[in-house]
């Protein structure tokens, strides 16, 4: 959001945006302060036309970088802390990036960039920039599969589903979320604290996670989002006690019913919503009713100018958020004929409602037929005992390959049960999968990783 843009909101809120701030661990930036101080000092007008690339090692100070760039400059690269080093220098040409903005000048200055500007916490700034230009907001995608791509996407376009929803009665809100906000899904929610007039809560990577929520509790944080891993942590690790959120919001994996009910239990005043969202397509639709799938009535509906069809078993979404292309790609690498991004994702309908059943990409081969671990994982979740779980494939001399899963006790003092899990545990599986799904094995583990995107970690055995 450009300078202008916050100006016009300030008026249209008034004395309401006083006191909104954007805070990590260490320090908080009120909004209003925004307009009139400056992260890069008075060296904004240097980046005029120019493709900036945003290499800070702190949310924070990203966050104030997007907000002072935009409109500035034509393009505006994203580049999260996790980004393999390796791929860096290929996204720098395929961006055409001749500008960095980092608080590591020196590892910069030998890269071969035009102008590498130091930016710090907020100085008062002799002058500031603005134009009229629509910046482009380059963002990577996860690069699970390889290296990531670049997303081309504008702010209206990413405010697209904020828009729709409209800003009131969100004036107050405290927005936290688990993910970095330089990924699609931590971006849209900073951009809905600071459209919406409310403050938003940054998280810190090497925080602990008791520590991390004691501090968005300290900070009045009532609206938060994450990954179903993410909550899936936070209720093992017993923080939970004492937060209240009023809306609690998960996106970025399936979102199961067994977590969709141990959140409902955890946080049983609040509204509990998972969220359809991509890098390329934007935020397609969110579900609000408790229930994991969505209702078969949205598809072929268009709603706010989001439309979504199933073609292949996959999840195809067509709308005015749909990003314009990746960099270096033709259009037609993004969407098909009909200007539907094919999302990947399949799906299932079960009467009236459709099911996620996994990613098209992570499907594993046993003995010639494929198997979506995520809906295997969906059935072992269901387990009183079991708080998260992860299905993969082993290799095997007779099938080629055979199921094999790893649990997470919901609590320590289950181990005792162990051996009546797993038999529990198989006879639910039994008795909703086919037999090439059920896990030959059942391996009870302390934690399972997750990805610097929040996502569950996967790798075969």
Not at 256 to 272: R, T
Request: neutral net charge.
């Amino acid at each position: 959001m450009s300078p202008r843009e916050i100006v016009a909101l300030r008026d249209h809120l008034g004395p309401e945006l006083l006191g909104r701030t954007i805070s990590d661990a260490h320090d908080s930036v009120s909004l209003t302060d925004i307009l009139s101080q400056s992260c890069l000092g008075d060296r904004g007008g240097e980046l005029a036309a120019r493709s900036v690339l945003l290499a800070l090692s702190g949310q924070l100070l990203s966050a104030l970088a997007m907000v002072e760039i935009d409109g500035v400059a034509r393009r505006m690269l994203l580049c999260p802390p996790d980004l393999d080093p390796a791929h860096l220098d290929s996204l720098i040409q395929d961006a055409e990036i001749d500008a960095v903005i980092t608080d590591q000048p020196e590892f910069w200055a030998t890269r071969g960039i035009e102008l590498v500007i130091a930016a710090g916490l907020p100085a008062a700034s002799s002058r500031r920039t603005r134009t009229e230009r629509t910046t482009e907001w380059l963002l990577l995608t996860s690069g699970t599969a390889g290296a990531p791509k670049i997303v081309r996407h504008t702010l209206e376009r990413l405010c697209g589903a904020i828009a729709a929803d409209g800003a009131r009665g969100q004036a107050a809100a405290v927005w936290a979320t688990f993910y970095d906000i330089r990924r699609y899904g931590g971006l849209q929610i900073f951009l809905r604290a600071t459209i919406g007039g409310g403050s938003m809560v940054l998280s810190e990577p090497s925080e602990a996670l008791a520590e991390r929520i004691a501090r968005f509790n300290a900070r009045g944080v009532t609206h938060i989002s994450g990954t179903p891993s993410h909550w899936r942590k936070l209720l093992m690790s017993g923080a939970a006690a004492g937060f209240l959120p009023a809306y609690v919001r998960l996106s970025g994996e399936i979102a199961d019913q067994a977590v969709l009910d141990g959140l409902g239990h955890a946080f049983p005043s609040a509204s509990i919503g998972h969220a359809y969202a991509s890098t390329e397509a934007g935020v397609g639709f969110a579900v609000n009713d408790g229930k994991e799938g969505f209702p078969a009535s949205l598809v072929r509906v268009n709603r706010d100018g989001v439309e979504m069809k199933v073609a292949d078993g996959s999840l195809r979404i067509r709308s005015r958020r749909t990003a314009h292309a990746y960099v270096g790609h033709d259009v037609a690498a993004l969407c098909d004929g009909d200007g539907f991004v094919d999302t990947g994702d399949m799906v299932e309908l079960r009467g009236d409602r459709y099911y996620f059943v996994g990613r098209r990409g992570g499907i594993i081969n046993i003995g010639g037929l494929k198997v979506h671990p995520e809906e295997i994982e969906a059935v072992i979740n269901r387990h009183p005992d079991v708080r998260m779980s992860r299905a993969r494939s082993r290799k095997s001399p007779i099938t080629g390959a055979i199921v094999v899963a790893e649990i997470v006790l919901a609590s320590a003092d289950r181990a005792s049960r162990i051996d009546a899990v797993r038999n529990e545990i198989l006879s639910n599986c039994r008795a909703s999968l086919a037999p090439h799904k059920v896990p030959a094995t059942i391996r009870v583990v302390e934690n399972l990783d997750v990805t610097p995107a929040g996502k569950l970690a996967r790798a075969d055995a």
